[in-house]
């Protein structure tokens, strides 16, 4: 007998064909229970290789032995005549044939179930903008559209006994993005998108989608006594596979883990098959300090900065300094206290000796090293938020920009500044930009959406805005924003009411000027008064206005016609105006709240012709509050009956960029006393 013939006698095809398709089915059901069990991505590959490793021991049992009825004996030990291959070779057949219609039915079912799931997203949406759910970066970016070499470096595990090594953990995760965004061969999503997927149930494929990637990488860091180990791998989202790993076990020195993290770049390199320049190669590997103490610091002062609340900001400012205490060459450090006394003159306060602080800092960094990107970003910022001076602003962060292409940060910031120097579409394309490298942050979402309400580009500005809520449905940022959008588009006082409820105990001023004015134009003078009246004082000084709260009040009881009152209440702002001026001088913000309180109280139309044009002239040069001004300069003339020089400014606002539209105009009880003049009435219907 041939041998082809005696492995058919033996079922030894028969054997391998069930086998082949019972893997298969086991793959699927695999796959079925990986996301319902969120197994690791790992789990479905090692089944599958342990089936393939069983494939050749299940062909030569076949060969060897034969099921009896008295049980497996060898074959050669069963004579011919008693061999019962032909009824086991029937099972098989009816094995295979169930087997076969099994999987042709998982095949259709899975076909109708795709094409029906197709089919509910490409209905129709009904739902509110509110409700749109985060899945492209961007409107103009489809989910599709994925670069190669993208990664989503997930938060590292601590692997380390004690379990406040987060910081430590979190530190070389932080560090490790910073590398690789200076490297133009990677898409790197930045640290606050892949934050949230810290203890995630969501799959890498999800997960990738989501981050719009094509590839993730995991890893754990653990920190015993003097050495440290770092394990990472890569893999392809898309078809869970392993594109490299490798465990890094080295004494704890800043000079290991910053060779561990240029080993770690040049790695991923070869896996996507880039290539790394050697500057790229040399600035990676780079450590900023050789004292492991001061290092450790500083991953504690940037876990304090990256949540920049009052007393977070003091807390690592106290922290870089003992960093540098131990290492006064440490030039990161430097930067980092210089940003922190930046945060506190712009957020907290406007006083220049925070803003001296930061220079002094720079100073020192710039000192130990003229020319890296940490320090062109933060002389960005500080050119921009010290000095409103845009043009060395974005010199800056174009430089920082060229040395680090894929930091989020740099490309917001030059969207901020481009905007206030009225660079619209440079603002535009930064954001996005930004936006594609940290897709899951939702005050950059907001801002984009601010961007494009200031354009007038309304559906736009409601698609971004949508993304910032559902990011964080319950933040007031989003929420103001939504509001300002709608009464700007379609004067939706209902949807502004609803979502600016609250606010009036916010400590953030943008979102209590919008519950201010929401209540205003809806006529709801009495809850407006009250806020108003109520208002804190850190919220009466802002780096942009000054509104006190007997301004605010003056405002309201002038709209509700309570003349007496409302002049009794701009006096008294006026009084407090006088006694600022002698502490902050002929500040342009001062004139401006002078000038409103003066038309309240009736002033001469000369005087206030002549206070409006005093603020104009000194303002500060900036694109994006010049509109905002000019809107506060229309109200005041609007508010003194003064209807040609209140058309002549809304003139200048009503077409874009401004945050002004016809909308607003109308809904705004500061021109009531002008709502019947011819020239007023005309320009409304001109921009109807």
Do not use: C
Not at 399 to 414: F, L, T, V
């Amino acid at each position: 007998m041939s041998f082809i013939k005696e492995l058919k006698r033996r079922n030894v095809f028969k054997v391998a064909i069930a086998y082949a398709v019972t893997v298969w089915i086991l793959l699927q059901l695999t796959e079925v229970l990986t996301e319902i069990l969120a197994l690791p991505v790992w789990a479905p590959k090692l089944i599958f290789l342990i089936l393939i490793v069983g494939f050749f021991p299940a062909l030569i049992l076949a060969w060897a032995f034969e099921l009896t009825p008295e049980g497996v004996k060898l074959e050669k030990d069963v004579p011919e005549k008693e061999s019962i291959t032909r009824k086991t070779g029937r099972k098989l057949d009816y094995a295979i044939i169930i087997s076969l219609g099994l999987s042709l039915g998982y095949f259709i079912w899975e076909s109708r179930f795709e094409q029906k799931t197709a089919e509910i997203g490409s209905a129709p949406a009904t739902a509110p903008v509110t409700e749109v759910v985060i899945e492209d970066p961007l409107p103009n970016y489809p989910v599709g559209d994925v670069d190669r070499n993208s990664i989503a470096v997930l938060p590292f595990a601590n692997r380390s006994a004690d379990a406040g090594d987060i910081y430590f953990t979190d530190g070389i995760h932080d560090d490790l993005l910073t590398q690789l965004s200076r490297i133009d061969a990677f898409s790197v999503i930045s640290r606050t998108s892949v934050m949230e997927y810290r203890d995630t149930t969501k799959n890498l494929r999800e997960i990738a989608r989501e981050l719009n990637v094509a590839n993730v990488m995991e890893g754990s860091v653990q920190r015993a006594g003097k050495r440290v180990r770092i394990n990472v791998q890569l893999i392809d989202a898309a078809t869970d596979e392993h594109l490299w790993a490798d465990i890094y076990d080295r004494e704890l020195t800043t000079s290991n883990l910053f060779e561990i993290q240029s080993e770690i770049a040049q790695a991923i390199a070869g896996a996507l098959e880039a290539t790394l320049t050697d500057s790229e190669i040399a600035v990676v590997a780079n450590a900023p300090t050789d004292n492991v103490e001061a290092y450790d610091l500083y991953l504690q002062a940037r876990r304090f900065a990256l949540n920049d609340s009052a007393n977070n900001v003091q807390t690592a400012i106290a922290l870089f300094k003992e960093t540098l205490a131990l290492d006064p060459e440490f030039k990161l450090a430097w930067v980092g206290l210089a940003e922190e006394h930046l945060t506190n003159y712009w957020v907290y306060g406007g006083d220049p000796v925070n803003r001296d602080l930061a220079l002094d800092a720079i100073e020192h960094a710039r000192r130990i090293d003229s020319s890296f990107a940490e320090l062109y970003l933060l002389e960005g910022v500080y050119w921009y938020w010290g000095h409103l001076d845009y043009d060395r602003a974005l010199y800056n962060l174009e430089k920082a920009i060229n040395m680090m292409p894929g930091n989020d940060e740099a490309h917001m910031w030059r969207g901020y500044v481009s905007r206030r120097a009225g660079l619209w579409d440079q603002a535009v394309e930064s954001m996005q930009q930004s936006l594609k490298l940290n897709p899951r942050v939702h005050f950059n979402w907001h801002e984009y959406a601010i961007t494009l309400m200031y354009l007038h580009r309304f559906e736009d500005a409601n698609n971004a805005v949508a993304k910032a809520r559902a990011l964080d449905p319950d933040n007031f940022w989003g929420k103001g924003t939504q509001a300002r959008i709608g009464l700007q588009q379609s004067g939706d006082l209902d949807t502004a009411m609803q979502l600016t409820i609250g606010a009036q105990h916010t400590d953030e001023f943008g979102f209590f000027e919008a519950y201010m004015l929401v209540r205003i134009f809806a006529d709801r003078f009495d809850e407006a008064l009250e806020a108003g009246r109520n208002i804190s004082d850190e919220l009466e000084i802002q780096l942009n206005s000054i509104i006190l709260r007997e301004d605010w009040a003056a405002q309201v009881l002038h709209f509700m016609g309570r003349e007496d009152e409302a002049r009794q209440a701009a006096g008294a702002a006026l009084f407090r105006l006088k006694r600022l001026r002698t502490e902050m001088g002929e500040d342009f913000r001062i004139v401006l709240a002078e000038a409103r309180v003066s038309a309240i109280l009736g002033a001469d139309p000369e005087k206030l012709r002549m206070l409006v044009q005093k603020a104009m002239a000194n303002q500060p040069a900036d694109d994006l509050a010049a509109f905002e001004y000019r809107l506060k300069y229309a109200r005041i003339f609007g508010i003194a009956d003064m209807a040609s020089e209140a058309v002549e400014i809304l003139e200048t606002i009503l077409i874009p960029p401004s945050d002004t539209s016809i909308n607003t105009v109308a809904l705004d009880p500061a021109f009531d006393g002008i709502s019947d003049n011819p020239e007023f009435l005309t320009m409304l219907e001109r921009y109807r």
